[in-house]
């Protein structure tokens, strides 16, 4: 259990939700960073638990889908033999309702069609009704999306052309080749053309990248642990969808979802996250990892 008073915790949360690495908060508030790192933690996964409980039974009519590039360790080009498996790429893949702009659903693993499956089965869980879902060309979505919604849902997928076609690895690339043209495509039900868009979604990952230290290129700042990057993003969705004022809201996406009555201040996402019943084994959720019998899932 953590013992930093209760207003020192408030400062570190803040501190790391608005961007800065651990050592720049230790620096900034005198916490020691093994403490801040274990608080960070545990919000995040409380967090995680709360997504988990009340982002739920939602009625949304667009969403985006989209996937952000980070590495845990070391990039993957440099994993060895030995290494577990978690270690290089990861990627977080985000649902976005592009209304409210709230992040509905997220999970992080390597961008394959596993974790693909685990992400759309979480999403079609949390809303209700047969959606406009539009996502980027990776092929697994195309089978998952009908596989979790079937025929409830209006899906597009929208594949945008370079003047060169950027490297196969996001990691070999920082900034997006110019697009010279967008091929839109109906794959399930009759989305509106205009509609199939993932404009929100590749913007929400600029603000990931900006409250995040872990997800910052070309820093140390990067997740060493799994488990910990998987709580670092737990503790930005939290942060962001219940505490962060969106500027084109002028309000939180919790807020304008229905999901609370008012904006919620760090102090008092600390106090609710950290009130809720710990999860109870087996299958309970770790920042978003799945532990069953002491293995990671």
């Not at 084109?248 to 996402?269: D, K, M, Q, Y």
């Not at 770790?286 to 293995?295: E, T």
């Amino acid at each position: 259990m953590n013992r930093l008073p209760f207003d020192k915790q408030v400062h570190c949360v803040s501190a790391l939700c608005e961007g800065m690495s651990i050592r720049s908060t230790e620096r900034l508030t005198g916490v020691h960073r093994d403490t801040i790192m274990r608080l960070g933690a545990r919000i995040g996964t409380a967090c995680a638990q709360m997504h988990d409980a009340i982002v739920r039974d939602l009625r949304v009519s667009q969403i985006q889908l989209d996937e952000l590039w980070a590495f845990i360790g070391c990039k993957q080009r440099n994993v060895g033999y030995l290494d577990p498996p978690e270690r290089g790429d990861c990627y977080t893949f985000i649902a976005l309702d592009a209304v409210n702009k709230a992040i509905l659903s997220y999970q992080s693993g390597k961008r394959d069609s596993t974790t693909t499956r685990i992400f759309l089965h979480d999403l079609r869980a949390r809303v209700l009704g047969a959606p406009i879902i539009s996502s980027d060309a990776f092929p697994p979505y195309e089978q998952e999306v009908a596989i979790a919604f079937g025929e409830d849902c209006h899906y597009g997928m929208i594949r945008k052309h370079y003047v060169a076609e950027p490297a196969n690895e996001a990691s070999r690339r920082y900034s997006p080749g110019v697009v010279v043209g967008i091929e839109k495509r109906l794959v399930i039900g009759e989305p509106p053309n205009f509609l199939i868009c993932t404009s929100h979604a590749e913007r929400q990952n600029l603000s990931v990248r900006m409250a995040s230290r872990r997800f910052t290129r070309l820093t140390n700042g990067f997740s060493k642990k799994a488990a910990n990057h998987a709580a670092a993003v737990s503790l930005y969705v939290g942060h962001y969808n219940w505490c962060r004022v969106h500027e084109a809201l002028r309000t939180t996406p919790a807020h304008a979802l229905g999901l609370t009555n008012h904006v919620w201040s760090i102090a008092e996402l600390i106090e609710r996250v950290t009130s809720l019943p710990p999860p109870s084994p087996p299958g309970r959720r770790i920042g978003r990892l799945r532990v069953i019998d002491g293995g990671r899932r």
